[in-house]
């Protein structure tokens, strides 16, 4: 699934998104700037959560509640190896059965097991998103 769109429009994207998704984690690759944070903002928001959204980069996750369930947003951009994911409990959460949406995944990429969605995030020219669901 390919989606193109202005950042306006990330809330209409988002419940697209979740109609497509396949499980409860969903990994964010995108260059900075590109709008990772805001689509998951906006995919906390369409889920049905009020809680207010941040970016995690210093506490490293960031946890909203959703009733009986709960999404664990995680940014692993200041993460170097796997020990330091290690250290604060990555595998917990991975196995935790919760919505998980993690930007910067890559230095965790070696634990990760099926079933995942993989989201990539890019700008055009002329400064418009291109989500691809894979």
């Known amino acids: 699934m390919e989606i193109n769109y202005q950042l306006k429009n990330v809330e209409v994207v988002a419940n697209q998104l979740i109609g497509q998704l396949s499980t409860k984690t969903i990994l964010l690759y995108g260059n900075m700037g590109v709008g990772k944070t805001t689509l998951v903002k906006a995919l906390v928001k369409a889920l049905g959560c009020k809680d207010e959204v941040s970016s995690p980069t210093f506490s490293i996750v960031n946890e909203y509640g959703l009733g009986n ?8 951009y200041r993460i170097k190896n796997m020990e330091e994911a290690y250290n604060f409990g990555i595998e917990d959460y991975l196995d935790s059965g919760h919505w998980i949406l993690i930007e910067w995944p890559e230095v965790i990429e070696s634990i990760l097991m099926d079933p995942f969605n993989v989201v990539h995030l890019e700008l055009d020219s002329k400064k418009n998103r291109i989500l691809t669901l894979k």
Not at 69 to 76: A, E, N, Q, S, T
């Open 69 to 76: 369930d709960k999404i664990y947003h995680f940014d692993l």
